[in-house]
């Protein structure tokens, strides 16, 4: 189960993520984050400091929403991913292409 929170909309919208993201809800995670990215695009942050699990195909759903959110100009950033879950963005080297703070 995951949960995604819209913690703030403007300047940067901010997203708090909890539980699990894995192949059975990345395309729900991906449709919410959209939803509200959509009509007002900007940097997008996620706050991830209760986020447990997640797996290859949230990595791949992450980059779907860089490659938007890129496209517009805009940054992605990840915060306060656990040291477990941060090794597997930079095994991917997915830390090469967008921000992850500790």
């Known amino acids: 189960m995951q949960e995604v929170i819209l913690k703030r909309s403007a300047p940067v919208l901010e997203f708090a993520l909890s539980g699990e993201i894995d192949s059975e809800n990345a395309e729900e995670f991906f449709d919410e984050v959209m939803k509200a990215y959509a009509p ?22 992450f980059v779907k929403i860089l490659k938007h959110v890129k496209t517009d100009g805009h940054k992605l950033r990840l915060t306060a991913l656990n040291p477990r879950l941060k090794k597997l963005f930079v095994i991917c080297a997915l830390d090469t292409i967008m921000e992850i703070d500790s």
């Open 40 to 61: 007002a695009p900007a940097d997008v942050t996620f706050e991830c400091s209760a986020l447990e699990f997640i797996d290859s195909t949230t990595l791949g759903t």
